[in-house]
C-alpha cells in the first residue's frame, strides 16, 4: 500500500503546484488592490482558448503560445483596471466585488457565445514518466515547472524592478507610496494586469491538462479563493503554499474518504484556518 | 412625496405591463394550428445539449408542416413551436413552463434536457393535465414521482447497462474485476448504479464504487486508487466534460484495461475530438446509433432518411440527444394521430397505449412513462470512428481489447 | 411623512401582488410569487448586508437548508406549515452557530466565507445521500390541488413571508438594534467602545438574514416538489440577491422590495428580447448601477424628490 501513498503524495503535489498557478494572480490583485477579482475564472479560460485556437489552427504548442496569451491578457487586465475598477478603488469590499461580478457576466456571456460550452482539449500528450513506482504525466511535470517559473519570475519582479517595488509600497501603505510620488492608479493598473497575466499563462499551461470549458470558470475561481485563504492574502509564496496544501489535502482526503468529500475537507480546512489564523499559513503584515 | 409619487407610478407601470402582456398573449390565435412548448437550455451549463435539441426540433418541424401538419380527425393541423430559453436555471425552468401553459395556451410540452430540470418542468405540467414529452430522461428516479402526463422516449438505464454486462462477459470471458466511478448526479450516478448491481449477475465482481462530485477538477486520486485494484474492466459514468479528463488522467498514471466503458462518453463527437488517440477502444452503450436501421410511419420514414438529412444541414452526424428529441416529437405526432383530437387528457390516454415503430426504433411507453425500448446499441471507438458491436443485425465489428 | 408614503406604497404593492389571482392569469401569479420571494430574500440579506454592511454571500445556503428541512420534514409526513416552520427554526439555529463563527471576520474574508458554507452545505447535500438522496436529489410529496389552488396557496405563503420579513425590517430600523448596527457599519470599533454588544448585534442580523430565508427555501421546495443540491444551494442566488439590494438602496426599509421588484422585472423583459445576450446584458446593468447608481434607485428617486 505505501506505494499508493506515495502516488498519492506525488499526484497532490502536482496538482497542487497547478493549483498555486491557478491562485497566485488573484492573490496578487487581492492583496494589492484589496479587490477579489471574480473575473479570475474567465481570464483563465480565455487563456485556455486562446492557446486551444493557437494550437489547432496554427500549430503552436502551448508552451509557446503561453506568452502571446499572457501579453493579450496582460493588455486586458490592464484596460479593465485603468478604465473601470479604477474609479471605484476606495469604495467597499462589495462594490468593486460586484463590478468585477457584473464584468464577468459580460465576459462569460461573450466566451459562451464564441466558443459554446463544449469541452476542449489540446491534444498534446508528452507520455508518463515511472521512478519507483510513481507514475508522474509529463505534462504535468512540465506544467509544474512552468508555474513554478512563472511564479518564481513574478516574485522577482516584485523583488527587484521598479514598478515591483512601488506594487510593494503600494500594498504595504497605499497614502504613503501616493506621497513618496508613486503613481497608485498606474500601480494599480500594472497589478491587475499581472493578475490577469498569470491567469491567462496558467489557462494556457492546463489547455493540454484539463478540458477547456465555459462551465469551469466557476469551479477556478472557487479554488483560487481557498487557496488564498489556506496560504495567506498577497504573497507569492502564500499562493504557492495554499495550491501545494490545497492539492495535498484534497488528494489524501479522496485516498481516505472518498471524491466528494475530498472538495469538502478542502472547504472545512479553509473555514477552519479563516477562523484561527485568518491570515493563512504564510501570511504575515508585510510583503514578500 | 414626488418620489413616492415616482416610486407608486413605477410600480403600476410594471404591473400594467404585466397584465397587458398576459391578455395580449391570451387572446385567441389561430385555431388551426398545434401549439407545442419547449423550454431549452441555450445558456448555461447545458447549452451545447439544450441547441441539439433545437436542432432536431426545427427538423421535424419544417418536415411536419411540409407535409401539411399533423392529421387530427382527419383534419391536417399545422404545428408551431413555442420555444424559450431558461438558461439552465431550475427556476426559470418551472416559470416557462407555467408561461407557456397559460400565456402561449400550448397543447403539449417537451421536457427541457437536465435531469431535475426535467421533472420540476413534468410537475407543472402534471398540475394542468398537458401531456409532456421528456426527450433525454433515462433514470427512474426522473419517473418514479408518479406522474401521469409525462412519457420519456429513452429506455430506463437498467437495460442499457444488462446489454452492456452481457456483451463484455460474452465477447471477453476473461473479464472478471469491475471498477466504478461515477458522477455524484441524477443520470450518471443512477448508471453506475445500475453497472454495480448488474455486472455480479453476470458473474463478475466490483472491486470498488466510487463517486465524484459534480464539480471535479482533478481525478488523479480515485484513478490511482483504481490502478491499484487493477480491474479488467474500468466504467466511468459522467458528462464530456468529466470523461474526457478521466481517460487523460487514465492515461497519464498509466491506468490500464482491457475494457474501458464511458458513459456516454463516445457517444458525443466531441469525446472522440477533446482526446485525439485516447478515445481509441473506450466502449459505450447508447439509446440510439444511426448505423441500427428502422422503418417507420413518421415525417423520416426511415434512419437513413433523418442521418442522411442531419449530415446535410449540419454536417456532422447525430448522435441520440438528438435523435430522441425527434422522436419525442415523432411519438407525441402519433399519439395525437391515433387519439384524433387535441383534447390533452385523450393524448395523454393515446400515449399511453401507444406501440409504433419509426425512425428512432420501436416507441412504446411503461406504466412509468418511459419507453420500454428494444435494441439498445453498444458502440466502440475504433479507428478513430464509432463501430457498433451490438446489436446484431447492424453489428460493424466485435468488442476489440483497448491497447 | 416620508415613511409614512412609503409604508402606504408598500401595502399598496402588497395588495397588488395579492390581488393577482382575480386580475391576471397564473403565470402573473407566478410572477408575483417570484417577486414576493425575491422581495423576502432581499430583505433578508439587507440586515446582514445593508445595516450592519457585512458582505454576506450565505442567502443561498440559508435557502438549500431551509428546502432540505421542509422536505426532509414534510416526506416524514409532518403538516405543511410545520415542515416550513422547522426549516426556518433549523436554519435560524444553524445561522447562529455559524455567526459564533464566521463573524469574526471581516471584508473580503467574511464574503469568502459566507460563499464557503453555500458550497459546503451543497457538498454535504450531495454525499449524504441516506438523508437527502445525494445527487439524485429528492422527492418531495406532490401536493394535491389544481393549478389555480396552487399557484394561490404559494403566492400567499411567500406574500405572507415578503410581509413578516418587511415588519422586522421596520421594527430593526426604528429600534435600538437598527441603531447599533448602523453603528457597526459606521465603524466596528467605535460602535464596541460606545457600549454596543456588537457581537451579539452582529449574530441577530445574521440570524435575522437566515430565518426568512430558511422559510422562503422550506415554501419553494413544497413548491416545485423535487430538490436538487446543485439547484437548492445555488451561486448564482447567492450573488443575485445582494446585487438585488444594490439596486434599491441597501440599509434602508424600502430598498430590497424595490430593487428586488425591479430585478425581477427588468430580467423578465431583458430575457425575452435579448436570448443570447442577456446574461451580457444583466451584467452591463450591473456595471452600470455601479458607476451611476451608487445608493440605489431610492437614494435615486429621493434626490429627483429634492430637486
Known amino acids: ?288 | 412625496m414626488l418620489s413616492a409619487k415616482g416610486a407608486f407610478r413605477r410600480k403600476t407601470l410594471a404591473l400594467l405591463s404585466l397584465c397587458a402582456a398576459a391578455t395580449v398573449l391570451a387572446s385567441p390565435l389561430s385555431a388551426q394550428t398545434i401549439k407545442i412548448g419547449a423550454p431549452l437550455a441555450l445558456t448555461g451549463g447545458l447549452a451545447d445539449e439544450g441547441k441539439k435539441q433545437a436542432i432536431a426540433y426545427d427538423m421535424w418541424l419544417k418536415r411536419i408542416n411540409a407535409a401539411g401538419g399533423i392529421s387530427v380527425g382527419g383534419k391536417k393541423m399545422k404545428v408551431e413551436l413555442v420555444q424559450y430559453d431558461y438558461q439552465t436555471n431550475e427556476q426559470r425552468a418551472q416559470q416557462l413552463a407555467e408561461k407557456l401553459i397559460v400565456d402561449d395556451k400550448v397543447d403539449f410540452l417537451l421536457a427541457p434536457f437536465g435531469s431535475g430540470h426535467t421533472k420540476v418542468v413534468a410537475g407543472v405540467a402534471e398540475r394542468y393535465g398537458v401531456p409532456v414529452m421528456a426527450t433525454s430522461a433515462s433514470s427512474e428516479s426522473i419517473f418514479n414521482q408518479g406522474y401521469k402526463y409525462m412519457f420519456g422516449v429513452l429506455a430506463p438505464n437498467g437495460g442499457i447497462v444488462e446489454n452492456l454486462t452481457k456483451l463484455v462477459a460474452k465477447q471477453n470471458p476473461k473479464v472478471k474485476k469491475v471498477a466504478i466511478l461515477g458522477r455524484e448526479d441524477v443520470f450518471p450516478k443512477a448508471m453506475a448504479t445500475s453497472m454495480a448491481e448488474l455486472a455480479p449477475k453476470v458473474g463478475m465482481e466490483v472491486v470498488s464504487t466510487e463517486f465524484y462530485p459534480v464539480g471535479a477538477l482533478d481525478l488523479a486520486t480515485p484513478i490511482s486508487k483504481i490502478k491499484a485494484l487493477a480491474p479488467d474492466w474500468i466504467y466511468v459514468t459522467g458528462y464530456s466534460k468529466d470523461l474526457v479528463l478521466a481517460r487523460k488522467q487514465m492515461a497519464d498514471l498509466g491506468v490500464k484495461a482491457p475494457v474501458i466503458t464511458m458513459i456516454t462518453g463516445p457517444a458525443y463527437k466531441e469525446f472522440i475530438d477533446a482526446l485525439g488517440p485516447l478515445a481509441e477502444g473506450v466502449t459505450s452503450a447508447s439509446w440510439w446509433h444511426h448505423s441500427a436501421q428502422f422503418k417507420g410511419n413518421d415525417p423520416w420514414g426511415t434512419t437513413k432518411a433523418f442521418y442522411d438529412e442531419f449530415v446535410k444541414r449540419e454536417k456532422s452526424d447525430p448522435d441520440y440527444v438528438h435523435a430522441a428529441a425527434a422522436a419525442a416529437l415523432v411519438a407525441l405526432q402519433k399519439g395525437i394521430e391515433k387519439a384524433g383530437t387535441l383534447d390533452k387528457a385523450k393524448v395523454r390516454d393515446a400515449l399511453a397505449s401507444l406501440d409504433v415503430t419509426t425512425f428512432y426504433g420501436p416507441i412504446k411507453f411503461s406504466a412509468n412513462g418511459m419507453n420500454a425500448g428494444s435494441e439498445l446499441p453498444i458502440i466502440q471507438v475504433q479507428k478513430s470512428r464509432i463501430a457498433v458491436l451490438y446489436p446484431d443485425r447492424v453489428k460493424q465489428g466485435t468488442l476489440q481489447p483497448v491497447k | 411623512m416620508k415613511q409614512r408614503t412609503g409604508l402606504i406604497l408598500f401595502l399598496l404593492w402588497v395588495l397588488v401582488l395579492a390581488a393577482m389571482p382575480w386580475m391576471a392569469s397564473n403565470y402573473a401569479v407566478k410572477i408575483a410569487t417570484f417577486l414576493a420571494m425575491y422581495g423576502t430574500l432581499a430583505l433578508s440579506w439587507n440586515f446582514i448586508g445593508g445595516y450592519t454592511g457585512y458582505p454576506s454571500f450565505a442567502t443561498a445556503a440559508f435557502v438549500g437548508l431551509g428546502a432540505y428541512t421542509g422536505a426532509i420534514a414534510q416526506n416524514a409526513g409532518w403538516m405543511l406549515p410545520a415542515a416550513w416552520l422547522a426549516g426556518a427554526i433549523v436554519t435560524a439555529t444553524f445561522a447562529a452557530l455559524l455567526g459564533l463563527v464566521i463573524l469574526r471576520m471581516k471584508g473580503h474574508y467574511f464574503a469568502i466565507g459566507s460563499i464557503a458554507i453555500v458550497e459546503v452545505l451543497s457538498l454535504v447535500a450531495s454525499s449524504w445521500s441516506g438523508m437527502t438522496g445525494g445527487g439524485e436529489g429528492l422527492n418531495v410529496k406532490f401536493l394535491p390541488g389544481g393549478p389555480e389552488y396552487i399557484g394561490r396557496v404559494f403566492l400567499y405563503t411567500m406574500l405572507t413571508l415578503m410581509v413578516a420579513a418587511f415588519i422586522a425590517t421596520v421594527l430593526v430600523d426604528r429600534g435600538r438594534l437598527g441603531f447599533g448596527l448602523r453603528c457597526i457599519q459606521q465603524n466596528e470599533d467605535a460602535a464596541d467602545m460606545v457600549g454596543i454588544d456588537v457581537t451579539r448585534y452582529k449574530i441577530y442580523a445574521f440570524v435575522l438574514s437566515a430565518v426568512f430565508c430558511g422559510a422562503v427555501g422550506a415554501a419553494y421546495a413544497s413548491w416545485v416538489a423535487y430538490i436538487s443540491p446543485g439547484d437548492s444551494f445555488s451561486i448564482l442566488l447567492t450573488l443575485k440577491v445582494p446585487v438585488m439590494v444594490l439596486l434599491g438602496g441597501p440599509g434602508t426599509v424600502f430598498g430590497p422590495v424595490l430593487g428586488s421588484a425591479a430585478f425581477v422585472l427588468m430580467e423578465e423583459t431583458i430575457w425575452a428580447k435579448f436570448l443570447d445576450y442577456h446574461q451580457a446584458i444583466l451584467g452591463l446593468v450591473i456595471v452600470l448601477l455601479i458607476f451611476f447608481l451608487p445608493g440605489g434607485l431610492l437614494r435615486l428617486l429621493s434626490r429627483k424628490a429634492a430637486a
Open chain 1, 1 to 288: 500500500m505505501s506505494a499508493l501513498y506515495a502516488q498519492t503524495l506525488a499526484n497532490g503535489l502536482m496538482l497542487g503546484a497547478l493549483y498555486a498557478c491557478i491562485a497566485v494572480g488573484f492573490s496578487l490583485v487581492w492583496g494589492v488592490l484589496n479587490v477579489i477579482n471574480m473575473l479570475h475564472g474567465s481570464f483563465i479560460i480565455l487563456g485556455g482558448y486562446l492557446a486551444y485556437f493557437a494550437w489547432t489552427h496554427f500549430q503552436v504548442p502551448p508552451f509557446v503560445s503561453i506568452f502571446g496569451v499572457a501579453a493579450l491578457l496582460y493588455l486586458l487586465g490592464y484596460l479593465i483596471q485603468y478604465g473601470l475598477i479604477n474609479r471605484v478603488i476606495a469604495r467597499p469590499v462589495l462594490t468593486t466585488l460586484t463590478l468585477t461580478f457584473g464584468l464577468d457576466m459580460i465576459l462569460y456571456n461573450f466566451m459562451n457565445l464564441a466558443f459554446t460550452a463544449t469541452p476542449r482539449r489540446v491534444t498534446l500528450d508528452l507520455g508518463r514518466l515511472e521512478i519507483a513506482g510513481v507514475t508522474l504525466p509529463m505534462d504535468r511535470v512540465w506544467a509544474m515547472l512552468l508555474a513554478l517559473a512563472m511564479t518564481a519570475m513574478l516574485f522577482a519582479v516584485l523583488r527587484s524592478s521598479r514598478i515591483g517595488r512601488a506594487i510593494v509600497a503600494v500594498r504595504m501603505d497605499r497614502d504613503a507610496a501616493a506621497l513618496m510620488g508613486v503613481r497608485v492608479n498606474k500601480v494599480y493598473a500594472v497589478t491587475f494586469g499581472l493578475g490577469a497575466l498569470m491567469a491567462g499563462a496558467c489557462g494556457a499551461l492546463l489547455s493540454s491538462v484539463f478540458p477547456i470549458t465555459t462551465s469551469v470558470t466557476g469551479l477556478f475561481l472557487g479554488k483560487a479563493f481557498v487557496i488564498c485563504v489556506i496560504g495567506g492574502l498577497g504573497t507569492v509564496p502564500g499562493a504557492l503554499v495554499g495550491g501545494l496544501a490545497l492539492g495535498l489535502v484534497e488528494s489524501f482526503a479522496g485516498q481516505w474518504f472518498g471524491p466528494v468529500n475530498a472538495i469538502l475537507a478542502g472547504f472545512l480546512l479553509m473555514l477552519v484556518l479563516l477562523v484561527v489564523r485568518p491570515t493563512g499559513l504564510m501570511g504575515r503584515k508585510g510583503y514578500e
